[in-house]
C-alpha cells in the first residue's frame, strides 16, 4: 500500500512563506505525476500545482507568480513553496502522487493565512 504523508502546514501572517512537503511510503510505486491540491471551508477541491513528466509544471493562476512546485530526485517527494501568501490561500491543502491508471492521496494539511 502506498502511503502519502503531508508536512509543513501550519499558521502564517499574510505576506509570509511556507512550504509544504509530501512523501512516499510503503509498496513502491514510479509516480509519473505529482501534484497539490487544496480545498477551503465551502469551496470544491481545486488543482493548485502540478509536475508531470520530465518536470512541466502547471499552476493555477491564482498562486502563479507565489507558488512553487518541486520533486526530488528520486520522485518520491513532491514539495510546495508557497510565497507572498493571503487570506484566500487558508485551506486544506492535499498532495497527490499517481501515474495515468492509479492516483493516491495524503491525508490533509491545514495552512491558515491570517490578515
Known amino acids: 500500500q502506498v502511503r502519502l504523508v503531508e508536512s509543513g502546514g501550519g499558521l502564517v501572517q499574510a505576506g509570509g512563506s511556507l512550504r509544504l512537503s509530501c512523501a512516499a511510503s510503503?509498496?513502491?510505486?514510479?509516480?509519473?505525476?505529482m501534484a497539490w491540491y487544496r480545498q477551503a471551508p465551502g469551496k470544491e477541491r481545486e488543482l493548485v500545482a502540478s509536475?508531470?513528466?520530465?518536470?512541466?509544471?502547471n499552476y493555477a493562476d491564482s498562486v502563479k507568480g507565489r507558488f512553487t512546485i518541486s520533486r526530488d530526485r528520486a520522485m518520491q517527494t513532491v514539495n510546495l513553496q508557497m510565497n507572498a501568501l493571503n487570506p484566500e490561500d487558508t485551506a486544506v491543502y492535499y498532495c497527490?502522487?499517481?501515474?495515468?491508471?492509479?492516483?493516491?492521496w495524503g491525508q490533509g494539511i491545514q495552512v491558515t493565512v491570517s490578515s
Open positions: 510503503g509498496r513502491s510505486f514510479a509516480f509519473s505525476a
Open positions: 497527490q502522487m499517481g501515474s495515468s491508471a492509479y492516483k493516491f
Open positions: 509536475i508531470v513528466g520530465g518536470g512541466i509544471t
